[in-house]
Nanobody, 119 residues
Framework: QLQAYGGGLVQAGGSLRLSCAAS????????MGWFRRAPGKERVFVAE????????LYADSVKGRFAVSRDNAKNTVYLQMNSLKPEDTAIYYC??????????????WGQGTLVTVSS
């Protein structure tokens, strides 16, 4: 129900945009967000947007560099990642939740997409 894509290999300082396409039933009216799991670490929250995109929330580690947005007409959420650092290397997952994905367990998880940032 959630399909994430757009990962790849990029040099430090570069940019990538991740996309996550959802079915209308999974997307409409739901908060959408991104998590990541770095090698050997737990999965952690990255960013979320509320149902209409009017509110966003970011982890401190990505604030000012990443931007989450959504296109409700396309049932798609995006994560624009700028000024990438090697420590951003991780598998990135999108998620959907009734009101939030940050403060309660998401209802739906997508498969991950790998982002590798070389130094």
């Amino acid at each position: 129900q959630l399909q994430a894509y757009g990962g790849g290999l990029v040099q430090a300082g570069g940019s990538l945009r991740l996309s996550c396409a959802a079915s209308e039933r999974t997307f409409s009216g739901y908060a959408m967000g991104w998590f990541r799991r770095a090698p050997g670490k737990e999965r952690v929250f990255v960013a979320e947007t509320n149902w209409d995109g009017s509110n966003t929330l970011y982890a401190d580690s990505v604030k000012g560099r990443f931007a989450v947005s959504r296109d409700n007409a396309k049932n798609t959420v995006y994560l624009q990642m700028n000024s990438l650092k090697p420590e951003d290397t991780a598998i990135y997952y999108c998620a959907a939740g009734r009101f939030t994905v940050r403060f309660s367990e998401p209802a739906t998880w997508g498969q991950g997409t790998l982002v590798t940032v070389s130094s």
